[in-house]
C-alpha cells in the first residue's frame, strides 16, 4: 500500500471540509446542453427512420432508435442533475478504482471476448443482453478523474518532474493504448490521449516533456498507419474518396454528396436524399451529414456555433472553479467533449480520415449519452462553488 504523503492529507482534509456555499448552477451551460439534446434528438429521428423502416430486426419500426434515444437522454438528464448536486470534490475517492475498473473492463476483450461485439472488423461493444455499451466511454471519464485528481495530489512542482508529470501518464497510457489495438479503435487511443495531455499540460507539466510525448505520439501513430492495411487504405481514401468510390471510398463520398447537396438553406428536416440508404451510420458517425444536407449551411452553421459556445462556456467554468481539482475536472470533460465534435465533423467534411467518431448528444448510443448526460452534471457541480464575480465599483 502506498504511503500517505502530506499532500494527501492536505487534500482529504480539503474534501472532509463543509462545503464552500453553493451559487446557482450556470444557466448557459443547461440552456446550450438542452439546445443540443433537443436538436440531436430531431436530427437523429430524420437520420434513423429510414434505416428503422427497412430494419430486418423484430420490433424496429421508424420510431424505435428515436425512442430508445429519447428514453436514454430522459435518463441521463436525471443523472446530470443528480451528479449537479453531488460534491464533486469527492470524487477524488473513485479516481483509483474507476482508473483500475476501466482497464480490467478493456481487458476482457481477450479474457472474456464472448461478451463483444464486432462490427466492420472492429470489437468495441459489450453485449449486455437489453443494451450495447463501448467500455472506452468509461475509460474516457476515468482518465479525465483520475488524472484532474493525480494532478492535484502532486502539485505544480512535482507535476513539472519527468517521475511524477510524465511517467505515470506514460505507463497508463500504454496499457490503454494496447488494449484499445486490440480493439481497433484508433479514435478512442487520440481522444484518450489528448485529453490525458491537456490535464497533465494544466496540472503544471513540463512543456519540453510534453513536446516530446507529442512526437512520440505522431511517431506511433505513423507505424500503426504503415504496419495496418486498413489504417493506410483509410489515409489514401482520404485524400480521394471518389478514387474506389464503390469500395472503401463509399463512407467519405456520400458524406461529401450529403453536405454539397444541402446548399446553403437545405433540402428540408426529412428531406434528405443520401440517407436513403446511402450514407452509411447516417444515424451514428455520420449524422452531422445529414443534418448539413437537410439543414443546410445555415443549420449546420448553428449547431457548429451552439457547440463552440458549449465548450468555450466549459472551459469559462473550469477557469472560475474553486480549487485545483474542479478546474482540471471541468477542463478535462470539455476537452472530451470538444475533441470528439472536431472529429466527427472533420471526418464528415473529409478534413480528417474516415474514423469511429460519434457527435456528442447527436450520435446514436443511449449509454453513451447517459454518461455525456452525466459528465455535464459533473461540470455544474463545479459551477455551483464557482468562484463570484467581482462587482465593479
Known amino acids: 500500500m502506498m504511503k500517505e504523503t502530506a499532500a494527501d492529507r492536505k487534500y482529504s482534509r480539503e474534501i472532509e471540509e463543509k462545503p464552500k456555499r453553493t451559487v446557482g448552477i450556470d444557466e448557459p451551460f443547461v440552456v446550450l446542453i438542452l439546445l443540443l439534446l433537443l436538436i440531436g434528438l430531431v436530427c437523429l429521428y430524420s437520420a434513423s427512420y429510414v434505416v428503422g423502416y427497412y430494419s430486418t430486426d423484430p420490433g424496429v419500426t421508424s420510431a424505435t432508435y428515436v425512442k430508445k434515444q429519447g428514453l436514454f437522454a430522459i435518463m441521463g438528464l436525471g443523472a446530470m442533475f443528480l451528479a449537479s448536486r453531488f460534491d464533486y470534490r469527492k470524487l477524488h475517492y473513485f479516481a483509483v478504482p474507476l482508473m483500475i475498473g476501466s482497464t480490467l473492463l478493456l481487458s476482457t476483450i481477450k479474457i472474456i471476448p464472448g461478451i463483444w461485439i464486432t462490427s466492420n472488423d472492429a470489437t468495441r461493444w459489450i453485449n449486455l443482453g437489453f443494451t450495447t455499451f463501448q467500455p472506452s466511454e468509461i475509460t474516457k471519464f476515468a482518465f479525465i478523474l483520475f488524472f484532474s485528481s493525480w494532478a492535484t495530489i502532486q502539485g505544480p512542482k512535482k507535476m513539472r518532474t519527468f517521475k511524477y508529470g510524465i511517467l505515470p501518464f506514460l505507463g497508463i497510457m500504454g496499457v490503454t493504448a494496447l488494449m484499445l489495438y486490440w480493439e481497433k ?84 428536416l ?78 464528415v467534411s473529409g478534413l480528417l480520415p474516415v474514423t469511429g467518431a460519434s457527435l456528442p448528444f447527436f450520435s446514436y448510443g443511449g449509454t453513451s449519452l447517459m454518461m455525456l448526460l452525466g459528465e455535464m452534471g459533473i461540470v455544474l457541480s463545479v459551477s455551483r462553488r464557482r468562484r463570484p464575480e467581482k462587482k465593479e465599483k
Open 270 to 347: 426529412g428531406q434528405g436524399r443520401q440517407k436513403q440508404l446511402y450514407l452509411p451510420e447516417p444515424a451514428n458517425d455520420f449524422i452531422f451529414s445529414v443534418a448539413c444536407e437537410e439543414l443546410g449551411f445555415i443549420g449546420a452553421f448553428i449547431i457548429i456555433v451552439l457547440f463552440a459556445a458549449l465548450i468555450l462556456r466549459g472551459y469559462y467554468i473550469a477557469s472560475k472553479a474553486p480549487d485545483r481539482f474542479g478546474m482540471l475536472l471541468a477542463a478535462g470533460i470539455t476537452t472530451q467533449v470538444a475533441i470528439q465534435t472536431i472529429f466527427n465533423m472533420g471526418v
Open 185 to 268: 479503435h484508433l479514435s478512442a487511443t487520440v481522444t484518450i490521449a489528448g485529453i490525458g495531455a491537456v490535464i497533465i499540460f494544466l496540472g503544471g507539466a513540463n512543456m519540453l516533456y510534453l513536446f516530446g510525448l507529442g512526437g512520440i505520439g505522431i511517431i506511433g501513430l505513423v507505424w500503426y498507419i504503415v504496419n495496418h492495411p486498413y489504417a493506410m487504405t483509410r489515409i489514401k481514401v482520404w485524400f480521394d474518396p471518389f478514387s474506389d468510390f464503390r469500395g472503401k471510398g463509399w463512407q467519405g463520398s456520400q458524406s461529401l454528396l450529403s453536405i454539397a447537396s444541402g446548399g446553403i438553406w437545405g433540402l428540408g
